[in-house]
């Protein structure tokens, strides 16, 4: 008999230290998308303010990307220095944001050079800036900051159809979404303000230099679910082999 009483006071001692260790398991949900266009709508969602930027057909950027996440129809191609801003309201409760979209660097921009120069992209949540790099489109040698992750790169210095002042400048792509630094951004306000431009004083009109985003979606992280410990306990079966163990016990 004193066997079996140790017997049930270890799984008493256990059931007790599983639910002191643990009151509460933090259940967490698959991320959430609260914002999604291809530019491709006739009208645009009313969250997009787009300045001078305009709806424009990719052209030969067609078909670049990973399956069901490509360049196509039409994408929004803005002018440097021109800002197009995201702005999102009642966000369900959450822990992160992240943001995916593929990015058009077109024509002359002149990365980190010498003159002219300052062709960086910004991306900035809510006044804080997470992304900040030059992109150049011309020859090896100027200097472009951004060093994509493996399989952002999409194209590098080729003719997609928009062609600068001569021909002498190309175009590149770059699957963004695919960057970590876009991924898991601390932001747990009910609003987010979402600015995307290109910044520098060798900003010039569309017609010499451009950029331009396809497939935009945002979406958050669900901040976590408390689930009361009884509960973890019968979801992971140990609660099961508790009684089991001492319907054992009594029978025995």
């Known amino acids: 008999m004193s066997s079996h009483k ?39 969602p009313a969250a997009i303010s787009l300045g001078s930027a305009l709806i424009t057909g990719v052209q030969g950027y067609a078909g670049l990307g990973p399956v069901g996440n490509q360049f196509g129809g039409n994408f929004l191609r803005s002018a440097t220095g021109n800002v197009v801003t995201l702005q ?7 822990t992160a944001i992240n943001l995916s979209f593929l990015f058009a660097a077109i024509d002359s921009l002149d990365g980190t050079g010498t003159f002219p120069q300052g062709d960086f992209f910004n991306v900035v949540v809510d006044g804080t800036t997470i992304f900040n790099e030059s992109f150049a489109n011309a020859t090896s040698y100027q200097i472009q900051s951004y060093v994509p992750p493996v399989g952002v790169e999409l194209a590098r210095r080729v003719d997609l159809g928009f062609s600068g002042p001569g021909g002498y400048y190309t175009d590149s792509a770059y699957n963004l979404g695919a960057d970590p630094v876009f991924s898991n951004i601390a932001h747990s306000a009910s609003t987010a303000t979402i600015q995307f431009f290109i910044q520098g004083v ?22 976590p679910v408390p689930v009361p410990a009884a509960a973890w306990l019968f979801g992971s079966g140990l609660l099961g082999l508790i009684g089991v163990a001492r319907r054992k016990v009594r029978t025995a």
């Open 6 to 44: 140790s017997i049930r006071n270890g799984f008493a001692i256990l059931a007790f230290a599983a639910s002191a260790i643990c009151p509460v398991i933090a259940a967490h949900a698959a991320p959430v998308s609260v914002f999604s266009t291809d530019f491709n709508s006739a009208t645009l």
């Open 88 to 94: 999102l309201n009642s966000l369900p409760a959450h």
């Open 202 to 223: 060798g900003i010039q009109d569309l017609n010499d230099e451009s950029w331009a985003m396809d497939n935009l979606n945002i979406s958050v992280a669900p901040a």
